[in-house]
């Protein structure tokens, strides 16, 4: 009887082992895809403020561009392949894309003085600057969340829990390698304030 005491005994540790185990091992996994999501939620919450601005930079910019309407077709065409883009990797080409566009319209807008004195102007300018100087430590956090959430879902026992879970690898969102945001505050800012 006691032999059976102390078996039924081990087996109540073992199984709560095993529970705990599993259970830690599936909140895990759990946190990291949270991790993914919420700091995906960062990026696109300023990708998609600096899509909402570029139409009011075009209207503010129309007598302007008349003699050079490609700059501001170009920057309304990468507005809208970052707009139909779906998925991180996708998203980070068009941006990357888009910020090259908007990079050489503010480089075209520096000639005019009146311009920059432009209280609506000067103001999306700096939203825009804003915006660019947050992406990529955004960018940055998602990455490092996805690699740890990709590393986490791959290894033993993670991999054997994500399958079950129906967790699948997370896509990264940067641009090239070697390449930081192509329109950062220092571009998009007046040379000297």
Do not use: C
């Not at 895990?28 to 991790?35: N, R, S, V, W």
């Not at 998925?87 to 910020?99: N, S």
């Amino acid at each position: 009887m006691k032999a059976t005491l102390i078996a039924l005994g081990v087996i109540a540790v073992l199984a709560i082992v095993v529970f705990v185990s599993v259970r830690s091992i599936r909140n895990g996994l759990i946190a990291k895809d949270k991790a993914v999501k919420t700091a995906w939620a960062g990026v696109e919450t300023d990708l998609e403020q600096r899509t909402d601005l570029i139409p009011e930079l075009l209207e503010g910019l129309e007598g302007y561009l008349i003699s050079h309407e490609e700059l501001g077709e170009a920057v309304a065409a990468r507005r809208q392949q970052l707009l139909e883009a779906a998925g991180p990797a996708a998203k980070g080409e068009a941006d990357k894309a888009l910020a090259s566009e908007l990079e050489r319209l503010m480089a075209f807008t520096r000639q005019f003085p009146e311009l920059q004195a432009h209280t609506d102007f000067a103001r999306i300018r700096d939203e825009l600057a804003a915006i660019a100087g947050r992406l990529p430590g955004k960018r940055a956090d998602y990455n490092d969340a996805v690699r740890a959430y990709n590393t986490v879902i791959r290894k033993s026992p993670g991999s054997f829990f994500a399958k079950h879970m129906e967790l699948y690898p997370a896509e990264y969102f940067q641009p090239e390698a070697g390449s930081e945001d192509a329109l950062d505050a220092e571009h998009m800012a007046l040379q000297p304030k």
